[in-house]
């Protein structure tokens, strides 16, 4: 299962690139765990051309028997806890009159636990669009709501494959909400807004890494199976922005480091300010996706999907959403997302208290500690 967390891992550094260049001055957030899942599901009926792209942007092709590990992926994270929500849904809908195959249906089944329902895209195309957006508002405590927008799902649909994952978690040392103050976040160099400021001041596990100007603090919710690491880099004199610095910067293989939990001890005391913050963030994806390589899945005349039909009429994607949203507070954080695919340091000594004051843009992501997987990635750049 490493080489599938590696390859997600990956993929989910590109793809926060791609969507940072699109958006460069606002905040990004998404799950991609939630949109490797879904993909892969497209994936596993993917043949020829369609097949060799989607593998190269996916990072697939160093994994032997990709689906078979998110299959062991998913029920791990989906274990039962009753310190914290965390599920991870699969759902297709499949136009009624379309002749899916037997094998793909049993295999997205077993594998990825999604079961196929037959709606009527081609004579109500608008009511299976409300039966997908009701399904996904149950799976997501009616946090997300409209996903698909009227326009997405007509009668020219086919496949509407739908991933959604859902995070509710307390942290392990929670803030104290008269300990929240007002102070001001530094959009850049020339602009301030306010925010509601978190504070406490505890032992945490932190690292400085002054080769890349950067401090790292790991906030682990309750029962330590699931945690937010923060990546903020230190403010220039320059005028310089250092988050676009750290960005163009960053690998995978730094990320993985900069965070080992052997590298992250507990020595220091840490006086934390952190922002509350929520972020309700929707893409649209194929424009992305397309220009990272995965080009042909999108195209009518050139998808090859053909492990999922046999039938003439050929299926391509023709839309995938993405609505991922979270909430920092005090107490925790919640954050949920849906996928819709249509068709060496030296440690300071306790006695030395740091501070950690994240008044200004950082990068943040949730991890399941278990298997090293990126739940959820983004960047706050400041309140809109």
């Known amino acids: 299962m490493e080489s599938l967390t590696r ?4 993929f989910a550094l590109d793809l926060y690139r791609a969507l940072s260049v699109s958006n460069a001055e606002g905040n990004v957030f998404f799950s991609p765990l939630s949109l490797s899942a879904a993909l892969g599901m497209v994936y596993l009926g993917a043949r020829g051309h369609t097949s060799e792209e989607m593998a190269k942007v996916l990072y697939f092709s160093s994994v032997s028997d990709v689906h078979s590990h998110f299959k062991t992926l998913t029920s791990s994270i989906n ?34 636990h999604a079961e196929l329902q037959a709606v009527d895209f081609i004579g ?101 199976e699931l945690s937010m690491l923060i990546l903020l880099p230190n403010e220039t004199q320059d005028g310089s922005d250092p988050l676009l610095k750290l960005e163009s910067e960053l690998t995978l293989d730094k990320l993985l480091d900069w965070t080992k939990r052997e590298k ?67 107490e925790g954080t919640e954050a949920w ?19 950690f004051i994240a008044d200004h843009p950082f990068m943040f992501f949730i991890r399941h500690n278990t298997t090293n997987s990126i739940l959820f990635l983004g960047r706050f750049r400041g309140p809109s």
């Not at 274990?79 to 094998?103: Q, V």
């Not at 301030?192 to 906030?219: A, T």
């Open 124 to 224: 109500a195309s608008e009511k299976s669009r409300q039966l997908i957006n009701e399904w996904v508002e149950r799976q997501t405590d009616d946090k997300i709501k409209d996903l698909l927008q009227p326009k997405i799902v007509t009668k020219s649909t086919r496949l509407v494959l739908v991933n959604v994952i859902h995070f509710k978690g307390k942290w392990m040392q929670p803030f104290e909400e008269k300990d929240t103050k007002e102070m001001p976040f530094k959009i850049n160099q020339n602009e301030s807004r306010p925010v509601e400021m978190m504070y406490q001041s505890d032992i945490f596990p932190f690292r400085s890494i002054p080769e890349y100007e950067l401090q790292v603090l790991k906030l682990t919710y309750e029962k330590e």
């Open 264 to 330: 992250m001890p507990r020595p220091m005391e840490i006086r934390v300010y952190l922002p509350k913050f929520k972020l309700e963030i929707e893409s649209s994806l194929p424009e992305t996706l397309q220009e990272m390589g995965m080009s042909s899945v999108f195209q009518e005349t050139k998808a090859d999907l053909t492990g999922m039909s046999s039938s003439q009429d050929g299926l391509y994607m023709s839309a995938v959403v993405h609505k991922a949203c979270v909430d920092v507070n005090e």
């Open 79 to 112: 274990r039962p806890s009753a310190s914290y929500i965390l599920k991870l849904a699969n759902r297709l809908y499949g136009e009624k009159t379309f002749s899916f195959l037997r094998e793909y249906l049993d295999s997205t089944l077993k594998l990825y």
């Open 337 to 355: 997302a849906v996928s819709a695919l249509t068709n060496p340091v030296g440690y300071l000594s306790l006695q030395q208290r740091q501070s």
């Open 7 to 10: 390859a997600n891992g990956l």
